[in-house]
Nanobody, 121 residues
């Protein structure tokens, strides 16, 4: 069984920075993509940023130039550096890995438990 554990959320003032990290453990053969999503009450979960093992990245328009996603393939870890945070970045942040547990298994998505980010003065 694969588990994703997130860390790094918290309360920060507008303009501040936070770094989120997510480590996957368990039976992992290959990771196809790692990413961060966020969700606020009453809204759908939305993609914030995604990275594939070769290093290709995708960002939501609202975070381009402020957030940076990175990965450590050896540790099955993905991080999100969030700078110049705004109140509208307040949300529950979830990491997601798309991975295969063995060569015979189809890729499956796994989610972390979520970590709260609050941007407020």
């Amino acid at each position: 069984q694969v588990q994703l554990v997130e860390s790094g959320g918290g309360l920060v003032q507008p303009g501040g920075s936070l770094r989120l990290s997510c480590v996957a453990s368990g039976s992992i053969f290959r990771i196809f993509a790692m990413g961060w999503y966020r969700q606020t009450p009453g809204k759908q979960r939305e993609l914030v940023a995604q990275i594939t093992p070769p290093g290709s990245t995708v960002y939501a328009d609202s975070v381009k130039g402020r957030f940076t996603i990175s990965r450590d393939n050896a540790k099955n870890m993905v991080s999100l550096q969030m700078n110049s945070l705004k109140p509208e970045d307040t949300a529950e942040y979830y990491c997601r890995h798309l991975l295969a547990e063995s060569p015979s298994r189809v890729p499956t998505e796994y989610w972390g438990q979520g970590t709260q980010v609050i941007v407020s003065s």
